[in-house]
């Protein structure tokens, strides 16, 4: 089952999930900046029905060294609003999801892989 929300609406639940990160670690974020697609478009030599929530794309914090800051772009964190809309059955289910997919790539900027992620019920 389909369901339909609007973009505004959606923008809301995106927003509602980045303002319920904990103080202490959105503090300790940086350079990210959040956005919201309608679909993932996938990358040559992936499966076109490849469909993910949410995607980060940039150097994990874990990973960035002296050098890193020399004209870096900030990090990226998409959120897919059409492939959650298809997972989910719900507007709890949505609320739900995207808050999970939210949390989940801040996880990965903070160096967390996906099978900790799994293993912390955040997968």
Not at 46 to 68: C, F, K, Q, S
Not at 90 to 97: L, N, Q, T
Request: charged share 30%.
């Amino acid at each position: 089952m389909d369901l339909q929300i609007s973009d505004d609406e959606f923008e809301a639940l995106v927003q509602q999930a980045i303002d319920a990160i904990p103080e202490h670690i959105f503090n300790m974020m940086d350079n990210v900046i959040f956005f919201i697609e309608d679909d993932f478009e996938p990358l040559p030599g992936e499966p076109e029905n490849h469909e993910i929530l949410g995607l980060y794309e940039g150097v994990a914090l874990t990973e960035r060294d002296l050098d890193w800051a020399a004209g870096s772009l900030p990090d990226r964190i998409t959120i897919f609003k059409n492939p959650t809309l298809r997972a989910c059955n719900s507007r709890e289910e949505i609320v739900r999801e995207v808050g999970i997919t939210v949390m989940h790539e801040v996880a990965h900027h903070f160096g967390i892989d996906d099978a900790k992620l799994d293993e912390l019920g955040w997968g």
